[in-house]
């Protein structure tokens, strides 16, 4: 087999480079595949344009059964999530929320629980609160720009971190192509959920917000905005352009009474059935229970979740006439026309990794790797880069989609233990998943930074203007007090809580209280 060698870092780098510059990763993603091919095509383009149709999107990336069953669970769960927000599910657990808001503080704490609680899709969870909450902290006179930033650090870092939500499908399928590439073979999902402590920026953000509540102290432009918003009872700047949005297909039909139930009974059908499936499917005699879930095909289970929890959400709204059965069905088409673009990204994302594996790039990396980057700081390069490719780009998706085959091959090599899943390579992946939601969270190119700015009424720029000192503020503390002393191997159970002493501590010197600086209060 031919060695290509540095020209095998072409195609990937070439996507990074083409999503940073165009902001278009789809067009990146796919010239990044289509110049693989054409150096695998003896650099013929023409040659390289079709086999990057035939060979590596359909019979390199399509054809393999793992990457079709996530991709079809990446559909269907959109689906679920569709039929939920139609029957009404997803409105009531918001209504159940609102309740408990009684002043300032309970509305803002109630709008950071409904975020957490919406955790399996971000642009639902962005609508939902955004819609919801909006009339409620009007009332409060709490600035659109602090509800948009509540909205938004509650959406992609916590669906980025759920297993049961429409970003795990994507992040399962770069975990298990990557692994692959280095041989080793072990279930995506174990790994996924041993990931889960190491995605620092991504729990520190959604950890600061509880903190700026609690402590009822504001920083930054965001202070200024609040002080605004109390003083003079304008909720938005002077002069902006509010961004206003209801979206018919997230929300139920008016008239619809929802219940909490609506949306608890196909979840709690899909994580039964993903937690029993996983057991089934993999068991064989002699096997422990962890063994069976080790050896489980996740994709296969996960699909199985998603169109069993999505049949018991359709007849759920028969049997309670929310819908009829083409109402149903409408929901649950559109519920998957809402992934598609995720699933394109994530189709080519397969390619990509079939292009650079048949280059060879992983061996190649771990041949002039070895000796030369150190383990003790990989996962911090890699969380920096992750950062910059998603804030520049505006997509998490995409950044997740380029660097994971890239990154995991680095850390097996740098881990020095071949076909081993080393502490290494799982911070790494996890570094790279959360420094990307760093991007889908705050830059202002991305579609959930957007989606939250329309449905909490906030100006696009101020509510980017307020959220960055606060994104950068949980990105610093991830980097200083997760990565650095993580890839030293100080045990992440114990950096978890000095981070959110890290945080409280940040607060309390640079934040200040909105009501000490009403005139009322001197």
Known sequence: MQEYTWLALIPPMLAIALAIWTRQVIVSLFLGIWAGATIL???NPIVGLLDTFSLHLVEGALADSWNMGIIVFCLVIGGMVGVIGKLGGTKAIAQAVVRRAKSSKTTLLSTWLLGVIMFFDDYANSMIVGNTMRPITDAENISREKLAYIV?????????????STWIAMELGLIAAGLQSIHIE????????????????SIFAIVLVLTLILT????????????????TGQVFEEGSS??????????PDEGVRGSVWDALVPIG???????????????EEGKTVIQSFGDADASVVLTWAAFIGSIVAIVLGLMKKGFDLKSGMDAWIGGIK??????????LAFALKNVISEMQLAEWLVAVTEGVLSGKILPLIVFLVAMLIAFATGTSWGTNSILMPLVIPIAAGVSGAEGVLTPTIIASIGAVLTGAVFGDHCS??????????MASGSDHISHVRTQIPYAVTAALVAAIVGFIPAGLGVPVWILLPIGVLALVLVVRILGRRVEDALPEAR
């Open 338 to 347: 809402s992934m598609l673009i995720a699933v394109i990204i994530l189709a």
């Open 186 to 201: 072990t279930n995506a999902l174990m790994v996924f959920f041993q990931t889960v402590p190491y995605r620092f920026y």
């Open 242 to 251: 509010p961004m206003m949005v209801e979206d018919p297909d997230i929300l």
């Open 216 to 231: 009822k102290k504001d920083f930054g432009p965001m202070f200024r905005a609040e002080e605004r918003a109390r003083k």
């Open 444 to 453: 202002p190119i991305s579609d959930t930074t957007i989606l939250s700015s």
């Open 41 to 43: 095509a003896g650099w």
């Open 269 to 283: 059908i899909f994580i039964l059935v993903t937690v029993f499936g996983l057991y089934y499917n993999g068991y």
């Open 152 to 164: 938004d650090s509650t959406a992609a870092p916590v669906s980025s971190m759920a297993p049961v």
